[in-house]
């Protein structure tokens, strides 16, 4: 009996303060807004897929040797991917206003499990240069290293999503 009084003075209360309740509801979405307007940045976000493969001599064999070895190798390439090398290059050549370091901050080099594809992520505040960015480190990459790690690389940046803070969504 004593918790149904209870929630009916809860209620009362809640009626009678209902109007301060919505006018806080209604300050907080306008300020959520205003600081999402104007404080936070807009980054957008490119993934590309690559396909890593050694070249055999014997193509016709894939065994779970090669698999294996494919597999393991792939850590490797992620590091060669983000090396100063590789991103010196891709800054010269881009001409972006960001050093080496910077540029691998906004990198994101993740393997789908148990499979021979890397994806790459590149986070920029312009769109097209975050693609532009994608597609050169995979041909720099691919270049560079043809001769040195006999690779089969295919791919070409696929997905362009909006990221607002930590929350990604698809453009």
Known sequence: ?????????????????????????????????IISYFLLTLVYETSTKILVNQSSAEKGQLTNQNLQANLKL??????????????????????????????EDDIYITNE????????????EDPAMAVEIANTIVDTFENDNKEMIKLDIRTKTALLLLAIGNNRRAV
């Open 74 to 103: 792939i850590n490797t390439y992620s590091g060669i991917i983000k090396s100063p090398a590789i991103l010196n290059q891709i800054v010269k050549e881009l001409n972006l206003e960001m050093t080496s370091d910077q540029l």
């Open 1 to 33: 009996m004593e918790e149904a009084n209870s929630l009916k003075n809860l209620i009362n209360r809640m009626r009678k303060h209902r109007s301060l309740i919505a006018s806080l509801a209604s300050l907080a979405v306008i300020a959520a807004g």
């Open 113 to 124: 499990k148990q499979t021979q594809i890397t994806t790459i992520t590149i986070q920029n």
